[in-house]
Nanobody
Framework: QVQLVESGGGLVQAGDSLRLSCTAS????????MSWFRQAPGKERTFVGG????????LYADSVKGRFTVSRDNALNTVYLQMNSLKPEDTGVYYC?????????????????WGQGTQVTVSS
């Protein structure tokens, strides 16, 4: 059974940094395309950033480019989301998601595996 477990969320002030982690089990992590999505209250879950399973290619939503960085450590079965210069509009529940051996994709529908989410709240 594949499990993704996020950690690292919390309450921070605007301008602060935060790093989220997502650790996978029950799957060959190195074969997973991994991405982060977020969902603000009353809104749809949207793509934040992702990393491919080969060559570590990354992709980001325009709203976070230059502020957020996705990275992975295959030895630890973990993907990270480093969030800098946080803004109140970054507030939401952050989910990691993965699927096997595909192209890096921002569409929510292609992701098979999902974590339970971790809350990030940025105060102004």
């Amino acid at each position: 059974q594949v499990q993704l477990v996020e950690s690292g969320g919390g309450l921070v002030q605007a301008g602060d940094s935060l790093r989220l982690s997502c650790t996978a089990s029950g799957v060959n992590f190195s074969n997973l395309v991994m991405s982060w999505f977020r969902q603000a209250p009353g809104k749809e879950r949207t793509f934040v950033g992702g990393i491919s399973w080969v060559r570590g290619r990354t992709l980001y939503a325009d709203s976070v480019k230059g502020r957020f960085t996705v990275s992975r450590d295959n030895a630890l079965n973990t993907v990270y989301l480093q969030m800098n210069s946080l803004k109140p509009e970054d507030t939401g529940v952050y989910y990691c998601a993965g699927y096997l051996r595909g192209e890096l994709d921002s569409r929510r529908a292609v992701y098979r595996y999902w974590g339970q989410g971790t809350q990030v709240t940025v105060s102004s």
